[in-house]
């Protein structure tokens, strides 16, 4: 990447949290490519929309919970968050249940989005 | 017989071949990501509520909590903590993870 350039990021979030280390270190990622103004977007599809359930506490399992970074990568100026509708059906949960304000796109819709990306991450 | 799923359902079939053999009678105790089939509106819920009536279904609190899951829960799947794990695995003669 030559000094300078922007290129579109799209991190694509598909496990939930807790049961594999995979969100928490999507999550780590995506913060370190802030760190390069970089476009970044998250899509949150499967299971990976359960990061995003509001009222998380992991006290019990004596896990850290990340979930409230979520809501701070406003502070990076990561705005594009992404989330699959159709998995949120799936799982019986609508945007209300999410503890920070995402765009809620259909598979195709994300689909074409990811078609737009230089960089697509998976995790 | 206790029954310990750990996998959701939406992910891996270990739910779904832990119900095609199961015995009618046994246990199955949901923990980590599988208690997401033990919530409400999920795709898995008419698989879980036809095992309610074939086992006692138990899901780690713990884990639901973890996953904001807890006000989700499926009615008839009893909850358990560490301490009610324990119980379940000495109280049955044996165990099967579902890995």
């Not at chain 2, 992910?11 to 997401?36: F, H, M, P, T, W």
Request: aromatic residues 8%.
């Amino acid at each position: 990447m030559s000094e300078g350039t922007i290129k579109k990021f799209m991190f694509v979030n598909r496990k939930a949290p807790y049961g594999t280390v995979y969100a928490l270190e999507a999550l780590e990622v995506v913060l370190i490519t802030a760190a390069f103004d970089q476009d970044v977007s998250l899509v949150f599809m499967d299971d990976g929309v359960f990061q995003l359930k509001k009222g998380q506490q992991t006290k019990g399992i004596e896990n850290k919970n990340f979930s409230p970074t979520y809501r701070a990568l406003d502070g990076y100026d990561i705005e594009k968050l992404y989330v699959e509708e159709e998995a949120l059906a799936a799982r019986g949960l609508s945007e209300e249940d999410l503890l920070v304000d995402v765009t809620v796109m259909s598979r195709a819709e994300l689909g074409s989005l990811m078609e737009e990306q230089d960089v697509v991450l998976s995790f | 017989m206790l029954h310990i799923v750990n996998k959701s359902p939406a992910e891996r079939n270990a739910l779904e071949s832990c119900l095609r053999v199961a015995q009618d009678g046994g246990a199955i105790l949901l923990i980590e990501d599988a208690v997401y089939a033990a919530t409400r509106g999920n795709a898995a819920e008419a698989q879980l509520r036809d095992a309610l009536s074939r086992f006692k279904v138990y899901a780690l609190a713990p884990d639901l909590e973890a996953r904001g899951m807890f006000d989700r829960l499926m009615e008839g799947v009893a909850t358990v903590d560490y301490g009610g794990f324990v119980d379940l695995v000495a109280e049955h003669r044996n165990c099967q993870s579902w890995l």
